[in-house]
T-cell receptor, first 113, second 112 residues
Framework: GAGVSQSPSNKVTEKGKDVELRCDPI?????LYWYRQRLGQGLEFLIY????????KSGLPSDRFSAERTGESVSTLTIQRTQQEDSAVYLC???????????FGPGTRLLVL | GESVGLHLPTLSVQEGDNSIINCAYS??????FIWYKQESGKGPQFIID?????DKRQGQRVTVLLNKTVKHLSLQIAATQPGDSAVYFC???????????FGSGTRLLVRP
């Protein structure tokens, strides 16, 4: 596809359940980012992947959050034992190696009841 | 540091007028800046960028101005259209790192 894609577009879950969010970056983009956006707020950096380098996990808010990436393609963000405060839009972005310009997907809207 | 806004400031303009959206960035060492547009229910969309060795850059109907002295960035939209209604975010990047720091956003409402 032409852009970053994310799935599901919406997810409603019960408190305590685990959720898995998926991101497909733009083909050829080696860098991949996850952000969280709470209602009416800006974007919070969560994690960054670049090629085979160790990911920068400095933005993950707790050990309930984890992310993986398969090579230079798909990434999954997993939230274990979800809490109501995890409700937000989770955005994925990708960029070419060496470029600061990030291109975003449409996001996954997560609602924890 | 990172800024997180609790309430989005809103700019309301008449269709056809010019819009100016302002952003105060946080780090004097930042050397790259981007403006994103986010429509309701969508991810942020790249609009225009500028490096710190420039003070002005123009795109199609948009101009970004950078004042490093006061750490201020602005986005000017000419002949604002209803389709410009969205939340606009500025983002800064330091030392060509990968980590963008986003501002809290400004909501632009275009009155027909």
């Amino acid at each position: 596809g032409a852009g970053v894609s994310q799935s599901p577009s919406n997810k409603v879950t019960e408190k305590g359940k685990d959720v898995e969010l998926r991101c497909d970056p733009i083909s050829g983009h080696t860098a991949l980012y996850w952000y969280r956006q709470r209602l009416g707020q800006g974007l919070e950096f969560l994690i960054y992947f670049q090629g085979n380098s160790a990911p920068d996990k400095s933005g993950l808010p707790s050990d309930r959050f984890s992310a993986e990436r398969t090579g230079e393609s798909v990434s999954t963000l997993t939230i274990q034992r979800t809490q109501q405060e995890d409700s937000a839009v989770y955005l994925c972005a990708s960029s070419l190696q060496g470029s600061e310009t990030q291109y975003f997907g449409p996001g996954t809207r997560l609602l924890v009841l | 540091g990172e800024s997180v806004g609790l309430h989005l400031p809103t700019l309301s303009v008449q269709e056809g007028d010019n819009s100016i959206i302002n952003c105060a960035y946080s780090n004097s060492a930042s050397d790259y800046f981007i403006w994103y547009k986010q429509e309701s229910g969508k991810g942020p969309q790249f609009i225009i960028d500028i490096r710190s060795n420039m003070d002005k850059r123009q795109g199609q109907r948009v101009t970004v101005l950078l004042n490093k002295t006061v750490k201020h960035l602005s986005l000017q939209i000419a002949a604002t259209q209803p389709g410009d209604s969205a939340v606009y975010f500025c983002a800064e990047n330091m030392d060509s790192s990968y980590k963008l720091i986003f501002g809290s956003g400004t909501r632009l409402l275009v009155r027909p």
